[in-house]
Nanobody, 125 residues
Framework: QVHLVESGGGLVQAGDSLRLSCVVS????????MGWFRQAPGKEREFVAA????????TYAASVRGQFAMSRDNAKNTISLQMNNLRLEDTAVYYC??????????????????WGQGTQVTVSS
Protein backbone atom coordinates (compact mmCIF):
# COMPACT_ATOMS: atom_id res chain seq x y z
CA GLN A 1 0.00 0.00 0.00
CA VAL A 2 1.35 3.38 -1.02
CA HIS A 3 1.31 5.99 1.72
CA LEU A 4 1.61 9.75 1.16
CA VAL A 5 2.18 12.33 3.88
CA GLU A 6 2.13 16.06 3.21
CA SER A 7 3.73 18.73 5.36
CA GLY A 8 4.58 22.40 5.27
CA GLY A 9 1.18 24.03 5.32
CA GLY A 10 0.38 26.95 7.57
CA LEU A 11 -0.92 30.47 7.96
CA VAL A 12 0.90 33.12 5.95
CA GLN A 13 0.29 36.63 4.72
CA ALA A 14 -0.41 37.58 1.14
CA GLY A 15 2.85 37.88 -0.76
CA ASP A 16 4.67 35.34 1.40
CA SER A 17 6.13 32.06 0.24
CA LEU A 18 5.56 28.53 1.47
CA ARG A 19 7.04 25.17 0.56
CA LEU A 20 4.98 22.01 0.78
CA SER A 21 6.49 18.54 0.85
CA CYS A 22 5.08 15.07 0.37
CA VAL A 23 6.88 11.89 1.35
CA VAL A 24 5.86 8.65 -0.33
CA SER A 25 6.38 5.17 1.06
CA UNK A 26 5.27 1.66 0.23
CA UNK A 27 6.42 1.27 -3.37
CA UNK A 28 9.12 2.28 -5.85
CA UNK A 29 8.72 6.05 -5.95
CA UNK A 30 9.94 6.66 -9.48
CA UNK A 31 7.19 4.41 -10.85
CA UNK A 32 4.72 7.20 -10.19
CA UNK A 33 3.61 10.40 -11.80
CA MET A 34 2.98 12.78 -8.93
CA GLY A 35 0.50 15.61 -8.62
CA TRP A 36 -0.64 18.39 -6.34
CA PHE A 37 -4.29 19.31 -6.00
CA ARG A 38 -6.11 21.75 -3.76
CA GLN A 39 -9.61 22.19 -2.44
CA ALA A 40 -10.98 25.44 -1.12
CA PRO A 41 -14.09 25.55 1.10
CA GLY A 42 -17.21 25.03 -0.94
CA LYS A 43 -15.28 24.26 -4.12
CA GLU A 44 -14.30 21.15 -5.98
CA ARG A 45 -10.82 19.75 -5.79
CA GLU A 46 -8.69 21.29 -8.53
CA PHE A 47 -5.45 20.42 -10.23
CA VAL A 48 -2.41 22.47 -9.30
CA ALA A 49 0.66 20.76 -10.76
CA ALA A 50 2.08 17.45 -11.92
CA UNK A 51 5.54 16.03 -12.51
CA UNK A 52 6.63 13.02 -14.50
CA UNK A 53 8.53 10.05 -13.06
CA UNK A 54 11.98 11.45 -13.84
CA UNK A 55 11.24 15.02 -12.81
CA UNK A 56 12.13 16.64 -16.12
CA UNK A 57 8.56 17.45 -17.09
CA UNK A 58 6.17 19.61 -15.09
CA THR A 59 2.67 20.84 -15.82
CA TYR A 60 0.84 23.63 -14.02
CA ALA A 61 -2.65 24.95 -13.81
CA ALA A 62 -2.94 28.32 -15.50
CA SER A 63 -3.83 29.92 -12.17
CA VAL A 64 -0.46 29.06 -10.61
CA ARG A 65 1.89 29.00 -13.58
CA GLY A 66 4.89 31.20 -12.87
CA GLN A 67 3.96 31.38 -9.19
CA PHE A 68 4.37 27.76 -8.06
CA ALA A 69 7.17 25.31 -8.83
CA MET A 70 6.97 21.56 -8.38
CA SER A 71 9.98 19.27 -8.01
CA ARG A 72 10.82 15.74 -6.95
CA ASP A 73 13.75 13.98 -5.35
CA ASN A 74 13.57 10.30 -6.22
CA ALA A 75 16.41 9.50 -3.85
CA LYS A 76 14.30 10.81 -0.95
CA ASN A 77 10.89 9.68 -2.21
CA THR A 78 9.74 13.27 -1.93
CA ILE A 79 7.98 15.87 -3.98
CA SER A 80 7.80 19.55 -3.18
CA LEU A 81 5.67 22.51 -4.15
CA GLN A 82 7.31 25.91 -3.83
CA MET A 83 4.58 28.54 -3.62
CA ASN A 84 5.61 32.15 -4.05
CA ASN A 85 3.73 35.43 -3.83
CA LEU A 86 0.77 33.71 -2.22
CA ARG A 87 -2.67 35.24 -2.72
CA LEU A 88 -5.87 35.01 -0.75
CA GLU A 89 -7.32 32.72 -3.40
CA ASP A 90 -4.54 30.19 -2.80
CA THR A 91 -6.15 29.33 0.54
CA ALA A 92 -7.09 25.65 0.42
CA VAL A 93 -6.25 22.19 1.62
CA TYR A 94 -3.41 20.92 -0.55
CA TYR A 95 -3.14 17.25 -1.42
CA CYS A 96 -0.39 15.25 -3.04
CA UNK A 97 -1.34 12.30 -5.21
CA UNK A 98 0.37 9.41 -7.00
CA UNK A 99 -0.50 7.77 -10.30
CA UNK A 100 1.18 4.52 -11.30
CA UNK A 101 0.08 4.52 -14.94
CA UNK A 102 3.22 6.42 -16.11
CA UNK A 103 1.05 8.42 -18.47
CA UNK A 104 1.79 12.12 -18.49
CA UNK A 105 0.49 14.73 -17.96
CA UNK A 106 -2.23 13.78 -15.53
CA UNK A 107 -4.46 16.68 -14.56
CA UNK A 108 -7.63 14.96 -13.40
CA UNK A 109 -8.12 13.75 -9.87
CA UNK A 110 -9.63 10.59 -11.34
CA UNK A 111 -6.24 9.71 -12.82
CA UNK A 112 -4.56 9.33 -9.44
CA UNK A 113 -4.54 6.17 -7.38
CA UNK A 114 -3.24 7.31 -3.99
CA TRP A 115 -3.74 10.46 -1.95
CA GLY A 116 -2.32 12.10 1.11
CA GLN A 117 -4.42 13.42 3.94
CA GLY A 118 -3.90 17.05 2.96
CA THR A 119 -2.24 20.08 4.50
CA GLN A 120 -3.98 23.39 5.12
CA VAL A 121 -2.64 26.55 3.55
CA THR A 122 -4.27 29.77 4.70
CA VAL A 123 -3.32 33.11 3.20
CA SER A 124 -4.41 36.22 5.10
CA SER A 125 -4.43 39.84 4.01
Amino acid sequence: QVHLVESGGGLVQAGDSLRLSCVVSGDTFDNYVMGWFRQAPGKEREFVAAINWSGDLTTYAASVRGQFAMSRDNAKNTISLQMNNLRLEDTAVYYCAADHSKRYPRASSRDYDYWGQGTQVTVSS
